[in-house]
């Protein structure tokens, strides 16, 4: 495209964005090949819900950065899929037609144009040929295809469980979903009800998905967030006899060594001997405290439950418990301390040493005994429970014992009386996949009186949403889709007969589960990608997002993925190799902006007033990328001011009369590539806002050089070239309007990313001295700006000699100055690990 650059003296980016970003798409730049022998790059965003609100530029804050890289990827020669989609299914979406009065499949429609509107008014580089939408039948096909995947492989049930129940919402929810009765739309009365749904079974992947976490790059507090919420805990099963019933308790334990010290059980409200109790507890006075006590714990949420701080609360069953080594009766209890999917839904209380059970225990005047004591004598259990290592006492024939060989002891003792065994559980629970919704994927199962439960074939999926004008909850606890005849009656796909459909669709976290396969090969009609696409493009290079989506769709789709590569559909384990989160863009008041809040702001308002380049150059350089923080006006009018500099210092490019072509400028050549340096270096690893302020730094140099009149030298021409090319992922409108002032008709975006000779780059580089426990062993060279982890990797190789054998304890970095490490001897135990 060959255009005559607006002539303003100042810089207009009103004039001429709009017209590139049309010229762009038009000309195919952003369009992903697998041709070649280039270097692949997938680039991915987390997948966005189109809500109708649209883009505020807090989003900004995740999609600006992507785009750059992606950028600086193609101009580096990679092959770069940066691709986007939208995750249209789900209640926010049908919730929203629903205040609206239409129909969701016309809001989601409207939503995502606007969406895209917006992707182009900020300069995102999409590959819009492979847009993808969840609630298409073309997608969900797939999706149901994969729920099939997980039926016929064990791993997707239906089961009658304890679920949240929203009356608003008219639905099941998860955990995450509910906060003091509250759900997370603001409807109040959620309680638990005992409900029909459909589970993947998650846990089988448990150790997988731990063991996963040690072979990808993401960051630690995401990692130790899945770890948590898996839980794996080493103990063991105990079975508690119930005095005068043929029925035991089983109670999951990390301390069988307490074993001794138990004074009395506590069961869930929900735990299904509840009801056993109850039956036979003659006093009608306590059952009816036992059932208004369930009723209570119904409407609690589980983090409520579990918060140390609240009052505690109890009831006693009226049954007890025969302790399995010692015989002695114990009093069991219902307490909504104890949650149903946490083990078994019981615990043994063991007052003497645990903070809650001797809480418990002094609040209902319950027995304390200790039977672990230090090497020096008894611990008093009053003041505080004993919980460190010792030795075990007024334990029977295990007295003396050092507590960690008498876990073991005990356990082996359980198993010789059948009562007992060493187990392994884990704190997460199977996903609840199902919703009594009619925006989503339905369930692909049909429920026939002859042959039960059965999968429908996969040449007859996609099992079609269908249109309904009245899609909206009656309130009976059943889908909308059980009142559309024509979809629920159907035939048995074994035996021909009458059946009904599922009328349970998928929530929103199984579409998510596979949508960045499927942008690998969007148009794929017969399979959900192509295998030799996925091969190419597969894994994800960088995946960034909130990190509010740590225990739910990250963990869903690498057991997703875990799944297919079981089923040889994939040949890796792990869907994205590198995970970022970036940090909020909060409203100017310190609040996360919402619309109800009066706070947001458009990036078409600011888009309007200071163009797309000064939102980018804003969003990258006011703090590090993961970093929090606040819009400001002044920092968005600073983008501006420095982009008019930019705009200024190319004012007066044409004239070139009196250049000197051969003329040498070694100054100015050992900056700028110092310059190439810094920005490569940066953007390689997302230090946007270093990079900006390096092209700040250079800019005004050039602007010092021009004011000074030393401006008419080929090297100076050449640098003003280089410097767009390197703003160009940064700022790419500005870089291609002014580019056409040097190669009229060419853009920028095609350019080749500048090398730069490490020689003449290395006058920015500092001496850093590395001590060993206060020794200097020694000296790295490094950018006097580079991280602590880019000085410990710079300088671990150098020192193998003198960390053989050696535990890195602490690790001190002064930027630019001076790294420490303290170490100490390792033990045989760590050597060998």
């Keep these: 495209m060959s255009r005559k650059i607006a002539t303003e003296e100042f810089y207009q980016p009103q004039t001429f964005e709009k017209t590139w970003q049309k010229h762009w798409q038009e000309a195919g730049l952003f369009l992903a090949s697998e041709s070649g022998d280039k270097p692949k790059y997938y680039c991915l965003d987390f997948f966005p819900y189109p809500s109708g609100d649209g883009l505020h530029v807090g989003h900004c804050r995740n999609y600006i950065p992507t785009d750059v890289l992606s950028r600086f990827k193609r101009m580096q020669g990679y092959n770069v899929l940066h691709p986007m989609g939208w995750d249209a299914f789900g209640e926010p979406a049908e919730q929203y037609a629903v205040s609206h009065g239409v129909h969701p499949r016309q809001t989601t429609d409207r939503n995502t144009a606007n969406f895209r509107r917006q992707f182009d008014l900020i300069g995102a580089s999409y590959d819009w040929s492979r847009e993808i939408d969840s609630s298409d039948p073309a997608y969900y096909h797939w999706t149901q295809a994969f729920f099939l995947l997980l039926y016929e492989r064990g791993l997707a049930y239906r089961d009658t469980n304890w679920q949240w129940w929203c009356p608003g919402c008219q639905t099941t929810l998860s955990s995450h979903e509910v906060k003091d009765g509250v759900c997370w739309r603001g409807h109040s009365g959620v309680t638990r009800r005992n409900i029909p749904a459909w589970y993947f079974r998650i846990t089988a992947y448990a150790d997988r998905l731990l063991e996963g976490l040690e072979r990808i790059d993401?960051?630690?507090?995401?990692?130790?967030?899945?770890?948590?919420?898996?839980?794996?805990?080493?103990?063991?099963?105990?079975?508690?006899?119930?005095?005068?019933?043929?029925?035991?308790?089983?109670?999951?334990?990390?301390?069988?060594?307490?074993?001794f010290g138990v004074t009395f059980l506590v069961l869930a409200p929900e735990h299904t001997l509840v009801d056993l109790l109850i039956e036979n507890n003659p006093n009608s006075v306590e059952r009816a405290v036992i059932e208004a006590y369930r009723d209570q714990a119904a409407r609690q949420s589980e983090v409520d439950r579990m918060n140390e701080a609240r009052k505690i609360t109890g009831v006693f069953s009226g049954c007890f418990a025969v302790h399995p080594l010692t015989g002695e009766t114990l009093p069991v209890w219902i307490a909504d301390y104890v949650l149903p999917g946490y083990g078994t839904g019981a615990v043994m209380g063991v007052p003497a040493h645990d903070q809650r059970d001797q809480a418990f225990a002094h609040h209902f005047g319950l027995g304390v005994k200790i039977v672990i004591a230090s090497a020096e004598g008894s611990i008093d259990p009053q003041p505080a429970p004993y919980l460190e290592e010792g030795i075990l006492v007024n334990s029977g024939a295990f007295d003396g014992m050092i507590n960690e060989k008498a876990a073991s002891e005990i356990t082996k003792e359980l198993g010789c009386r059948a009562l007992g065994r060493p187990a392994v559980q884990y704190r997460m629970r199977d996903w609840l996949i199902s919703r009594q919704r009619y925006w989503g994927a339905p369930i692909p199962i049909v429920h026939c009186p002859e042959c039960g439960e059965m999968p429908v074939p996969a040449d007859q999926l996609p099992v079609l949403l269908p249109p309904m004008e009245n899609f909206q909850p009656d309130g009976s606890g059943t889908s909308p889709l059980a009142r559309a005849a024509e979809f629920v009656n159907t035939t048995c796909p074994r035996c021909g007969g009458p059946a009904r459909r599922e009328t349970d669709t998928m929530g929103g976290f199984a579409c998510s589960s596979w949508y960045f396969l499927r942008f690998t090969s969007p148009h794929e009609a017969n399979l959900p990608f192509d295998p030799e696409k996925m091969k190419y493009w597969m894994p994800v290079d960088l995946y960034v997002g909130g990190a509010e989506h740590a225990v739910l769709h990250l963990l869903y789709a690498r057991f997703w993925i875990k799944v297919m590569y079981d089923a040889g559909l994939v040949p890796f384990d792990e869907p994205f190799q590198k995970l970022l989160n970036q940090g909020q863009l909060m409203a100017p008041d310190g609040k996360r902006m919402s619309k109800s809040r009066g706070n947001v702001i458009t990036p078409d308002a600011v888009v309007q007033d200071y163009g797309a380049d000064a939102l980018r150059l804003y969003c990258m350089f006011m703090a590090p990328f993961d970093q929090e923080l606040r819009w400001s006006t002044e920092g968005i009018n600073g983008a501006r001011r420095f982009l008019n500099r930019v705009w200024m210092l190319y004012a007066n490019l044409e004239d070139q009369t009196g250049l000197q072509p051969d003329q040498a400028d070694a100054e100015l050549e050992r900056r700028l590539h110092r310059l190439t340096r810094q920005v490569t270096e940066r953007l390689e690893t997302l230090r946007f806002n270093t990079m900006i302020s390096a092209l700040m730094e250079f800019t005004n140099w050039m602007t010092e050089r021009q004011r000074a009149g030393q401006t008419k030298t080929a090297a100076y021409r050449q640098a003003l070239r280089q410097l767009l090319v390197l703003m160009a992922p940064a700022v790419p409108f500005i870089c291609e309007e002014l580019w056409q002032k040097i190669e009229p008709g060419s853009s920028v975006l095609n350019e080749a990313w500048p090398s730069y000779d490490q020689r003449l780059a290395e006058e920015d580089l500092v001496e850093i001295p590395v001590q060993i426990n206060g020794k200097l062993r020694v000296v790295i060279k490094l950018a006097a700006d580079a991280s602590e982890a880019e000085a410990v990797a710079k300088a671990l190789p150098l020192l193998k000699v003198y960390l053989a054998g050696k535990q890195i304890l602490r690790q001190v970095y002064a930027p630019g100055r001076a790294l420490s490490l303290v170490v100490r001897e390792a033990s045989a135990e760590q050597e060998q690990a």
């Design 218 to 259: 993401w960051p630690e507090h995401i990692k130790a967030m899945q770890r948590n919420w898996i839980g794996r805990s080493h103990g063991a099963l105990v079975q508690f006899p119930i005095a005068g019933q043929q029925k035991t308790i089983e109670v999951f334990t990390t301390r069988p060594d307490t074993l």
